[in-house]
């Protein structure tokens, strides 16, 4: 086989994957369920959902540009570690929709400002920047977020519904 065969080949095999990625179908969460508990796992890149103690689904995300590390001050692309909850729900976002996470809390705020830095503000689980819905998981495949957590515009539809304002949210490292 002839070395240009071989990348046409190796072209339409990966186009033929990308397109099974993209399509493939995966499990919606269930209708007219209340989440009670959201933990989020950085380092594997997931998102899991709860209701009443019970797993009810694991979503693949994207966090911010540096994963390593509990969020420290505004501006160092982190996502932040530890206990908050949903504090707000914006179905207008410039990435789709979000729900909103109490960051900064106390211990962030004088962790910040003993750094004298700002801890910035504004930490959402959102969908994918207006526009750019087509993209869908292929977002997971870099972390891009300035610490945000992101899903997909269905995840977030999901997730918009399902959550209401005061649920826990644990982020771990």
Not at 35 to 38: A, E, F, L, V
Not at 81 to 87: L, Q, R, V
Not at 149 to 152: C, L, N, R
């Given at each position: 086989m002839t070395k240009s065969k071989i990348i046409w080949l190796t072209v339409f095999i990966s186009l033929i994957v990308l397109t099974v990625y993209y399509f493939y179908p995966e499990d919606k969460l269930p209708k007219h369920v209340q989440?009670?508990?959201?933990i989020v796992f950085k380092s594997k890149r997931e998102l899991l959902v709860y209701s009443k103690g019970q797993l009810l689904k694991t979503y693949k995300i994207s966090i911010g540009l540096q994963p390593i590390g509990d969020k420290q001050f505004q501006g160092d692309n982190k996502t932040p570690?530890?206990?908050?909850?949903?504090?707000d729900k914006n179905p207008n976002s410039?990435?789709?929709k979000n729900l909103g996470i109490s960051f900064p809390n106390k211990y962030d705020i004088a962790n910040a400002k003993r750094l004298g830095k700002s801890a910035g503000g504004d930490i959402k689980i959102h969908g994918l920047f207006n526009n750019f819905g087509f993209i869908s998981k292929f977002h997971r495949w870099i972390g891009f977020t300035y610490g945000c957590?992101?899903?997909?515009d269905k995840e977030i539809d999901e997730l918009y519904d399902a959550v209401k304002i005061g649920t826990r949210i644990e982020i771990k490292p």
């Open positions: 989440i009670d508990n959201i570690e530890g206990i908050y909850f949903i504090n410039i990435c789709y957590i992101m899903v997909t």
